[in-house]
């Protein structure tokens, strides 16, 4: 079955860096787009980012553009989130989910706290 | 952006009686395939949002047949024939067709 697994949450400071993994298994990773997503408290579902089988094919949040870096690694079956510049309203649970315009299979997320 | 609206926020619901929610986007859905990406998650307490009606009807697999969405243009409806007691949670839709994509702000069901 679809399994996603989001790792490398944490506390970090405003102003600091973290790189978010997801590892996909139970389907061809390298045939999907992927997707990450947050959720806050404060401001709900928010789209993040999307990359598309082969990498070519990106988007960004105007939140996140300049900040956040996505990537992939086919060969391992793993999507990435570069997060710098880190600020207090990014404070969310992350999640990646399989495909973009009609998003699946959301992992169970990783928690993502900035603060001093 | 394409603004999300549902309504109700909340709404308590009695065992076995239907249920509807009703979401509205600020301009319309049809993308430039010709499918209209209107989506239907749940998230039940403690869970991770999941899935249940992609473009606009489309149920997912496992999703009980007791849900079913409908809708085109800018208003959609997510409706549930019957409500079980595993269907308490919150329910967003969301558009998929113009960039970026948007969450409505969700609706919380419960029972009464």
């Known amino acids: 079955q679809v399994q996603l697994v989001e790792s490398g949450g944490g506390l970090v400071k405003p102003g600091g860096s973290l790189r978010l993994s997801c590892v996909a298994s139970?389907?061809?990773?390298?045939?999907?787009?992927m997707t990450w997503i947050r959720q806050s408290p404060g401001k709900g579902l928010e789209w993040l980012s999307y990359?598309?089988?082969?990498?070519?094919?990106?988007s960004y949040a105007d939140s996140v553009k300049g900040r956040f870096t996505i990537s992939r690694d086919n060969a391992k079956n793993s999507l990435f989130l570069q997060m710098n510049s880190l600020r207090a309203e990014d404070t969310a649970v992350y999640y990646c989910a399989k495909q973009a315009r009609i998003p699946n299979n959301w992992g169970q997320g990783t928690l993502v706290t900035v603060s001093s | 952006d394409v603004v999300m609206t549902q309504s109700p926020l909340s709404l308590p619901v009695t065992l076995g009686q239907p249920a509807s929610i009703s979401c509205r986007s600020s301009q319309g859905l049809v993308y430039s395939d010709g499918s209209t990406y209107v989506n239907w998650f749940q998230q039940r307490p403690g869970q991770s949002p999941r899935r249940l009606i992609y473009?606009?009807?489309t149920r997912d697999s496992g999703v009980p047949d007791r849900f079913s969405g409908s809708g085109s243009g800018t208003d959609f409806t997510l409706k549930i024939s019957r409500v079980e007691a595993e269907d308490v949670g919150v329910y967003y839709c969301?558009?998929?067709?113009?960039?970026?994509?948007?969450f409505g702000p969700g609706t919380k069901v419960d029972i009464k």
């Open positions: 139970g389907f061809t990773f390298s045939d999907y787009y």
């Open positions: 969301m558009q998929g067709t113009h960039w970026p994509f948007t």
């Open positions: 990359i598309g089988p082969g990498g070519g094919s990106i």
């Open positions: 473009q606009v009807s």
